[in-house]
């Protein structure tokens, strides 16, 4: 008896706790500092939908070039590690530090390299946002251990205990040339929809395949690079944890892309740490449009050999005007139907599907979360405030996480995303936002069941003592 006293007491002050928490909320919801300083100290949870590239700030990437001294062309900007032969307008970064010029060149590549000192009528946002990934690559490949560690002093810092990056496309050397001429069979198939002639033509392309052994090229990533990098840099400890999704590009042709998802779905399947696969690059690019259904295929079909591997999907990236109307109709819907996916990245356009009333019922039901990324969304989309379709998503019961997509591009953060959520939706309560970093563990990708429930514990006394620090405030 005297243990059910002691638990109902506890559960009562929990409640407690929450309720005023709940009212302390609801009078700083209309103040962004308040909200700030709120959700500074509010245990967040995880990051699930995170790019490893676009999180670290273009600064560092800044500092990779001083380092290893490449080479910049002075008008366009362009960075590489040799200079172009004949070719004056390159110069290297230890000559722009003789002639004083590092101040002022590093302003203006924080400018080419991310959202800094955006002008709304200059550039289309879109394409400022998708091609910076093109301007720092190079320099974003050295000093990945600091990359790492960076994002995850940060998170720590925002009190994020949990980040599952997509970190990389697998290199994969093994050629299949003599396989490029189904390219056009699979696109003649697509044209028609023929699913059961595509998935017969990808179980051939499959077997083939893998007589080239690429399942080596995955092992070998996973065992003798992410496994010992992320080891050495002992990245996991008592307050974080990182996994990692291996990703694909949209934009490959198709055979290409397919050797590319089996390497992906090969090295998830072989590591712990490699907890899942997603496919990335720009939705509303021609080739992406062209074999959306294609690439959706192909998932399933990887599906049905891997069937332990999870995926999210970029999905539904897309508003009217950045495409035909018709094409906001069904990519969500091929993703979540077609593809099988476990999670959904963005699903802006899902008020436009061609059932979408359906499709929520049926991700309701089926438990499958869409990772809301609401600033990316307004930058890169001009989608915002009730425009966007966050509320639909929680009207119908949809799990919701949110994330930050790409926060060193974006110049945000975690802790923004919150706050651009209570300030937006009133509607959502401050139980509903507990309720989404909850879910941003249960959802999460990782292998491990004690892991996720050692998440999850931390978190249950992270919020009590969050609850309570909000509560000596009041008693103030």
């Known amino acids: 008896m005297k243990r059910i006293l002691t638990i ?6 929990i409640t407690l706790q929450a309720q005023t928490v709940s009212n302390y909320f609801e009078r700083i919801r209309n103040n962004a500092a308040e909200l700030t300083a709120f959700f500074s100290q509010m245990p967040k949870g995880g990051d699930l939908h995170h790019h490893y590239s676009g999180s670290v700030y273009a600064e560092s990437f800044f500092d990779n070039a001083i380092e290893y001294d490449l080479f910049i062309n002075r008008s366009t900007l362009e960075i590489r590690k040799e200079k172009p032969a004949d070719d004056n307008n390159w110069t290297n970064f230890s000559s722009l530090k003789k002639e004083g010029l590092l101040p002022d060149y590093k302003q203006r590549l924080l400018r080419q390299w991310s959202a800094k000192d955006y002008n709304e009528s200059d550039y289309p946002s879109h394409r400022q946002f998708f091609e910076s990934f093109g301007h720092f690559g190079l320099a974003s490949n050295y000093n990945i251990d600091k990359g790492l560690l960076e994002i995850k002093k940060r998170a720590k810092a925002e009190k994020v205990s949990y980040i599952e990056t997509m970190f ?3 290199k994969c050397d093994k050629d299949i040339k003599e396989l490029f001429s189904l390219n056009k069979t699979l696109r003649d198939y697509q044209q028609v929809r023929q699913q059961v002639a595509v998935q017969k033509l990808l179980d051939s392309l499959y077997k083939i395949i893998q007589k ?3 399942d080596e090229c995955a092992v070998d990533y996973a065992k003798n690079f992410l496994e010992k990098l992320h080891s050495s840099l002992a990245i996991d400890d008592s307050a974080f944890t990182m996994r990692y999704q291996t990703y694909v590009l949209r934009f490959m042709e198709p055979v290409q892309l397919f050797k590319n998802i089996i390497v ?16 990335v690059a720009p ?3 021609d080739i992406s449009m062209n074999d959306y259904w294609l690439h959706m295929q192909m998932f399933n079909y990887c599906h049905t050999k891997f069937p332990t591997v999870k995926y999210s999907m970029h999905a539904g990236e897309l508003t009217l005007g950045l495409v035909k109307p018709e094409e906001l109709t069904w990519h969500i819907t091929s993703a979540v139907y077609d593809a099988k996916a476990n999670r959904i990245g963005h699903g802006v356009d899902v008020a436009y599907e061609k059932e979408p009333y359906a499709l929520l019922n ?3 039901r089926k438990n499958i979360p869409v990772e809301i990324n609401l600033y990316s969304n307004e930058f890169i989309l001009k989608v915002k405030e009730d425009r966007h379709p966050i509320m639909l998503y929680k009207n119908f019961k949809v799990p919701i996480v949110i994330s930050t997509d790409d926060a ?7 802790i923004e995303q919150y706050v651009l959520l209570a300030k937006r939706y009133k509607q959502i309560k401050y139980t509903d936002i507990k309720q989404f970093v909850y879910n941003s563990i249960q959802y999460s990708f990782i292998k491990e069941p004690m892991l996720k429930q050692k998440i999850k514990s931390q978190l249950d006394k992270d919020f009590i003592n969050f609850e309570k620090s909000i509560m000596s405030i009041q008693k103030q």
């Open 264 to 279: 992906a779905f090969e090295a998830a399947n072989s590591s712990p740490l490699i907890v899942g696969v997603n496919i």
């Open 212 to 214: 080239k052994n690429v």
């Open 8 to 13: 109902l007491f506890l559960l009562f002050t």
């Open 283 to 285: 939705e509303h690019d």
């Open 168 to 170: 990389e496309t697998i």
């Open 362 to 364: 049926y991700m309701s």
């Open 408 to 414: 060193g591009v974006l110049r945000s953060s975690l």
